[in-house]
Structure formats: C-alpha cells, structure tokens
C-alpha cells in the first residue's frame, strides 16, 4: 500500500512528452520527445537556460563526466551530448539490446540502468561491466540516486519507489500527484517530470531522511 505526497513546488515547462529528467548542480535538465529537444531550467525561477534538439529522444537522461547522455531511438541507445552546444559526442549501444530500457542515472558508484519490461535495475562499471542487478516491483520509467538510496519512477501506477541499494529491497513506495516519467534528486528534494500536467515536480519522500 503507498501513501501519497504532494508536491512543494511546480514548474510549468513548455513540453508536451516528457521523458527524462537530471539535476546538474544548477540546472534542471528534461528531455522532450514530442519535438524532440533538451531543455534546462531554473529551479528557482522555472525560466528555460538552455535549449536544443536531440532527435529521437525516448525515456531517460542523465550526466556523465560533464556531458548529458541521452537514450535515444527504437534501440534504446546511450547518446552523449554537450552541454554548452548540443552537439553529439558519441552514440553507443544500450547494455541490453531488445529490452526496454527506460531509467538512467550516473553516480560515483557507476551508471544505473532501469528496464519496464524486466523489472530489474542494474549497475554497471564504465566499461561496461554489471556490477550488480536489482529486482524491483514496478515498472522502472525512470530512476536517481540520493547520497544511499535509488528512487524510481512507475509511469503507470503513479508512484516513486525508494530502494536500498545495500540490502537489495524496496522500503517505501509513494503515490505521487501525476504520472511520472524522469526523476531527479537536487540534494534535498526529488523531482519528477509529471507527463500527464508537462510540469516538473518536487516531492519529499519520509523514507529518504529515515
């Protein structure tokens, strides 16, 4: 059974499909399939910093060695943009190809990919290799990490799931106001991209601060 949040602050973006979401240090940055783009915002203000295209977006967006990756086409490939211009740096394959990877997040302990269809959350070394795998109940639509948590999206139930990554085990799982897509933790609050409302939301989780 989840118990529901609400949201502490709301940022109307000029979006249609939201799908990924990041927290740079100082920018909100979400990712936008409809047109296809990547936007940043201010958290405090909600004005839009930064803007470009990114063709073929789907789900996820994360940082990674001062570059934004992006997933992106029918493949579900890792995209690495710059941030200043939006030019493309690389494009490599996702780790599970024919699954639907759906959450990204790089941290100090690896990147951490999330998948719909097979419930599970890996972590993975920079090169690749699968440092540890995670059962989950949900449908991972997208996923972050606190300084000792992951937290991850379920599109369809609503909800924003907290894990253990030590002990391996969700221990609370939230209904949030909206259907969320990407999730992104700025160091106090989680934040998602709402897809029903094209806001970006910010919630405190009890579980977090347990």
């Known amino acids: 059974m989840s118990v529901s949040v609400e949201s502490t602050r709301d940022i109307a973006v000029p979006a249609r499909h939201l799908c990924g979401l990041v927290w740079s240090g100082e920018l909100l940055w979400f990712s936008e399939a409809e047109q296809g783009r990547i936007l940043a915002v201010d958290s405090a203000t909600g004005a839009v910093a930064r803007q470009f295209a990114c063709p073929e977006v789907r789900t996820d967006l994360t940082v990674h060695d001062g ?5 992106v086409g029918a493949d579900r490939a890792l995209r690495a943009v710059d ?3 939006g030019a493309v740096v690389a494009e490599t394959p996702g780790p ?3 699954h639907t990877l759906c959450g990204l997040e790089a941290s100090r302990h690896g990147t951490w990919f999330g998948y719909e ?3 599970v959350i890996d972590r993975r070394a920079d090169d690749g290799r699968l440092l540890d795998s995670i059962p989950v109940t949900g449908a991972v639509a997208g996923i972050t990490t606190t300084d000792r948590h992951l937290v991850y999206a379920d599109h369809a139930a609503g909800t924003l799931t907290v894990v253990d990554p030590e002990r391996r085990r969700e221990i609370a799982t939230y209904r949030a106001p909206g259907n969320p897509t990407g999730v ?4 106090s609050r989680i934040w998602f991209c709402d897809y029903t409302t094209s806001h970006l939301r910010a919630v405190t989780l009890p579980a977090l601060d347990a």
Not at 67 to 71: D, E, H
Not at 184 to 187: I, L, R
Request: proline fraction near 11%; hydrophobic fraction near 35%.
């Open 184 to 187: 992104a933790w700025d160091g």
């Open 67 to 71: 570059r934004l990756v992006q997933v």
């Open 96 to 98: 599970r190809p024919g």
């Open 117 to 119: 269809d097979l419930r």
């Open 83 to 85: 941030p200043e211009t």
